[in-house]
């Protein structure tokens, strides 16, 4: 294994769905055997959209859930470091001095933040939520890493973290590496309903943990193509949500190529190209749903990986932030003034 870094994780906001795996699981499953890795629950990025007392009483369940859907689709525990970003409070302090190396402007270029803003039914951007790629750069660098795995979306995030760890070494000295994107092959999956991405809240998404019978329930009422009203009538493949999910989830290309054929010929119905969709996943999802079953048979066992990996991790943050204060020069300034401030009190107590 390299001694290299890579840091990636999600917002404990949910259960972990198809377009999560393509977009990022499938990299995080490869490339954790070669980097030394770190998983971040984000909740304190969870809290630029959703911080009410109820989403947060959600967070540690959410957790939970969230490493257990990582674990089943083939990360192995004792590979990797998972992390809760609230119970490390040094990340905020990195998180305020990188605030001073980028400028409004450029945050505002950064395009999912106003889709971010939108799907959250929020008509103003809040001043969180703009800083989000700053607190995301201190997610990366406190840990010092040196890989993201990526999907399309977050990749200019990313860039920001490329942008801040670039001009700190500048100014104060090389202390961070820049990070390279790692960026996944399928970088988004549609929606189930075929109207944008796949996402948790817009009840368009399978989700790893989903049993059988649910799956076959999800594609039974995919979205396909809106004019084809009879199985006869020659169909178009291209864009239709089933034939995008069957060549991603489905091995048996001879299959998919048949399919493909008779739609646009009009020779086959969306029922049967379904069931095969559905039948597909399920293959798919087997092996994930029988390691997740094994993790969650070893009652306690996700939650003190998440406690081990946090107290591992904050001490990494406490050794960077000392390195960043003293690279600064923070650290001189209070202690000069602390010596003076002890050499006062030395004569104040001295009789005269």
Same mark, same amino acid.
């Given at each position: 294994m390299s001694s290299a870094r890579m840091l990636t &994780?999600? !917002?404990?906001?949910? !259960?972990?769905? /198809?377009?999560?795996?393509?977009?990022?699981?499938? #990299?995080? *499953?490869? /490339?954790? +055997?070669?980097?030394?890795?770190?998983?971040?629950?984000?909740?304190l990025h969870m809290l630029t959209t959703r911080n009410t007392r109820a989403d947060i009483e959600q967070v540690a369940r959410n957790a939970r859930e969230m490493v257990t859907d990582v674990l089943a689709a083939g990360v192995e525990p004792e590979r990797a470091t998972f992390y809760l970003q609230?119970?490390? %409070?040094?990340?905020?302090?990195? #998180?305020?001095?990188? +605030?001073?190396?980028?400028? $409004?402007?450029?945050? @505002?270029?950064?395009p999912s933040l106003k889709e971010m803003t939108r799907d959250a039914g929020k008509d103003e951007m809040p001043y969180g939520l703009l800083g989000y790629p700053v607190l995301q750069a201190a997610d990366i660098l406190c840990v010092k890493g040196q890989?993201?795995? *990526? &999907? =399309?979306?977050?990749?200019a995030h990313v860039e920001v973290t490329r942008e801040i760890a670039r001009r700190f070494n500048h100014l104060y000295g090389e202390v961070f590496p820049v990070p390279d994107m790692i960026?996944? @092959?399928? %970088?988004? /999956? $549609?929606?189930?309903?075929g109207? &944008? =991405?796949?996402? =948790?809240?817009?009840? #368009?998404?399978?989700? /790893?943990?989903?049993?059988?019978?649910?799956? !076959?329930? =999800?594609?039974?009422?995919?979205?396909?193509? %809106?004019?084809?009203? !009879?199985?006869?009538?020659?169909?178009?493949v291209e864009g239709n949500p089933v034939f995008a999910y069957h060549d991603v989830f489905n091995p048996d290309r001879a299959q998919v190529e048949d399919l493909k054929t008779r739609y646009r010929a009009g020779r086959v119905g969306d029922v049967e190209v379904k069931e095969a969709l559905a039948a597909a996943l399920n293959r798919f999802l087997d092996p994930i749903r029988e390691r997740?079953?094994?993790? @969650?048979? +070893?009652?306690?066992? *996700?939650?003190?990986l998440i406690v081990a990996g946090t107290e591992r991790t904050r001490a990494q943050v406490h050794a960077t932030l000392v390195e960043v204060r003293r690279a600064m020069g923070l650290t001189s300034a209070y202690t000069q003034v602390r010596r003076r401030a002890e050499r006062y009190r030395k004569a104040a107590a001295t009789p005269a």
């Open positions: &994780g999600d !917002r404990p906001t949910g !259960r972990l769905h /198809l377009g999560h795996y393509v977009g990022s699981i499938a #990299n995080r *499953v490869r /490339l954790h +055997q070669r980097y030394e890795s770190f998983f971040i629950i984000a909740d609230s119970a490390i %409070p040094e990340v905020g302090d990195l #998180n305020t001095l990188f +605030q001073n190396l980028v400028t $409004v402007p450029r945050l @505002e270029r950064v890989v993201v795995p *990526v &999907g =399309k979306d977050n990749a960026m996944s @092959e399928t %970088p988004t /999956l $549609v929606g189930t309903d109207a &944008g =991405k796949m996402g =948790k809240s817009k009840g #368009n998404a399978i989700a /790893l943990a989903d049993d059988a019978a649910t799956v !076959r329930r =999800k594609v039974t009422g995919m979205y396909t193509d %809106p004019n084809r009203v !009879r199985a006869d009538v020659p169909g178009t997740r079953a094994r993790f @969650e048979a +070893q009652s306690g066992l *996700v939650d003190e």
